[in-house]
């Protein structure tokens, strides 16, 4: 019940489509949902979060699209670049817990 | 001015070996934390600390021993290391104990156990 299930595991794009991961989970405490950009040899950094109260949330080319009774949500990035290129991880947390738990990973290839 | 800061950046070494890795953070933070990073880069916590004392230990072998000695510093010292523990290992922070709260990651330590 503490899994994060992320998926696909890996992501081919062309230069301006648009990226698309997707986590799921199954715990119902969970009540924030951030998401991760890790480049090679760096570490995880935030790139946006959610709470389960809104459905949607864009910060300029990334959105996350929150579905509360499917226990979904999903990255979007829209016109994607290969500067984008990454590993993406989904992450929820359950105020109380003190701790994430990330998803297994995107790793995201954005072909010039 | 880098936010989380640990060294050493890499780490090779003979197992059997004892080694530790340090971590610093400058953002006045209070919450401190270590991951393990395994070859297929699933993330997994280790062990917190809010304000020097221990709130996460996550069924680590206590071969692996975590000290605060201020809320700004959180070390991992590593005993007896095996195969197993071949692995990039991060530090990061949050303002508080919320989970809540974004977390702001080191860039790593990458330890080879030979």
């Known amino acids: 019940q503490q899994q994060v299930k992320q998926s696909p595991q890996s992501l081919i794009v062309q230069k301006g489509g648009i990226s698309i991961i997707n986590c799921a989970y199954e715990?119902?405490?969970?009540?924030?949902f951030p998401w991760y950009q890790q480049f090679p040899g760096k570490g995880p950094a935030l790139l946006i979060a959610?709470?389960?109260?809104?459905s949607e949330k864009k910060e300029g080319r990334f959105t996350i699209s929150f579905n509360k009774s499917a226990k979904q949500f999903s990255l979007h990035i829209m016109d994607s670049q290969p500067g984008d290129s990454a590993t993406y991880f989904c992450?929820?947390?359950?105020?109380?817990?003190?701790?994430?738990?990330f998803g297994t990973g995107t790793r995201l290839k954005v072909l010039a | 001015d880098t936010a989380v800061s640990q060294t050493p950046k890499y780490l090779v070494t003979q197992m059997g070996n004892d080694k530790s890795i340090k971590c610093e953070q400058n953002l006045g933070h209070d919450t401190m934390y270590w991951y393990k990073q395994d070859s297929k880069k699933f993330l997994k916590i280790m062990f917190s600390?809010?304000?020097?004392?221990?709130?996460i230990n996550e069924t680590v072998p206590n071969r692996f021993s975590p000290k605060s000695p201020d809320k700004a510093h959180l070390n991992l010292h590593i005993n007896s290391l095996e195969l197993g523990d071949s692995a990039v290992y991060f530090c990061?922070?949050?303002?508080?104990?919320?989970?809540?709260?974004?977390?702001?990651f080191g860039d790593g330590t990458r330890l080879s156990i030979l």
């Open positions: 992450a929820a947390s359950s105020s109380g817990t003190y701790k994430y738990i």
């Open positions: 990061a922070s949050s303002q508080s104990v919320n989970s809540n709260q974004p977390q702001h």
């Open positions: 600390y809010n304000n020097k004392e221990l709130i």
């Open positions: 959610i709470r389960p109260d809104v």
């Open positions: 715990n119902t405490a969970f009540d924030y």
